[in-house]
């Protein structure tokens, strides 16, 4: 079964008409660079926007925001469009490390649902526009657990039922804020006692993992070759595509609900060339591709109008107001001194 999401054909659904979202005539040459996550995107797309712009796109990929932020912090430049999370797009506007975008090249960016605008971590919404949005959970194999396993809480990571079967994320932000909500803090503590004690917890379940992963987590997963992990629901509907004895569960504890957006960083040598592929993405015809591709949220009004009326009513996939207040809890950019500490501690749980 291939991805049971679009209620409409692609034709048909195109609000937003091509014609209109590639950009000025000055942007009809030249090139975009791009860094995205991996598994992020609709590969086609790109070769769409080429065609409608005649602006070529190169396109790399990157695995945590920790990995972005330190190449660009360490001097790395060639980017023109970067996708980085919510809390991450706090600590580099803190820094100064993106451009201003100029929203006359992006009128689709009216297409974008109110709730997601104005973020806290963009209150003026001068440096972003939304990409995707989803959940995080776990995700396990009922072969592989035993029957009736709670696996609706965080504590399953730590069942030495499952020594060498468990898998966790391989970045700070991630992993720590799994430890706080097990404990029953915040993700965005600044208490230094509560991060501590978190990473505590981490350095006992340690010894449990069979690793902290990233993108491997769907060869594993996928390929039977663990048992539970920890990823995002647009991911586990991808891998429930091609496992479908897969199922995602919800931790009573509260998860994250997160936010990745299309910036500029500082400095970009494209920036309209940069503005054009952001519009882009954010026409009916590419939304739909991508979250065809990829199973994650997108937040544009007229893509989600299109979809499946079973997908739309997937509470995880689009949560109401309720879901949102009562179970997620969104990551914040930290103080600067709370984001030294938190690379302190994964350090120490590295070396542990």
Known sequence: ???????????????????????????????????????????????????????????????????????????????????????????????????????DNIPNFSDVVPALKN???????????PYMF?????????????????METWNVLWNEKYAGDILMFD????????????????????????ITAAVDELVAQKPLLQGYVMDDIFEKLEGENAAIGVYYYGDYLTMADNNPA?????????TNRYVDAMCIPKGAENKENAEAFINFMCSTEAGLKNCEETWYSSPLLSV?????????????????????????ETFACLPAETRTLYNDEWIRLMNS
């Open 1 to 103: 079964m291939k991805k049971k999401l679009i209620a409409l054909t692609l034709a048909a659904a195109s609000v937003l008409p091509l014609a209109a979202c590639g950009g000025s005539p000055a942007a009809e040459n030249g090139v975009v660079n791009v860094y995205n996550w991996g598994e992020y995107i609709d590969m086609s797309v790109l070769e769409d926007f080429e065609a409608a712009t005649g602006i070529k796109v190169n396109y790399q990929t990157f695995d945590s925001n920790e990995a972005l932020y330190g190449k660009l912090a360490n001097g790395a430049t060639g980017y023109d469009v970067i996708i980085p999370s919510d809390y991450m797009i706090g600590q580099m506007i803190e820094e100064d490390m993106l451009e201003p975008l100029n929203f």
């Open 119 to 129: 973020p806290e971590y963009d209150p003026e919404n001068l440096y972003s526009v």
């Open 134 to 150: 989803g959940i995080l959970g776990i995700i396990y194999n009922p072969g592989m657990v035993d029957e009736g396993e709670d």
């Open 171 to 194: 970045n700070s932000r991630d992993t720590i804020g799994i430890a706080l909500k097990k404990l029953g803090y915040s993700y965005n503590t600044t208490e230094a006692a509560q």
């Open 246 to 254: 897969l199922r995602f569960a919800l931790p009573r504890e509260g």
């Open 304 to 328: 989600q109008d299109s979809l499946d009326p079973e997908v739309k009513a997937d509470p995880f996939a689009y949560p109401d107001a309720a879901f949102m207040n009562e179970q997620c």
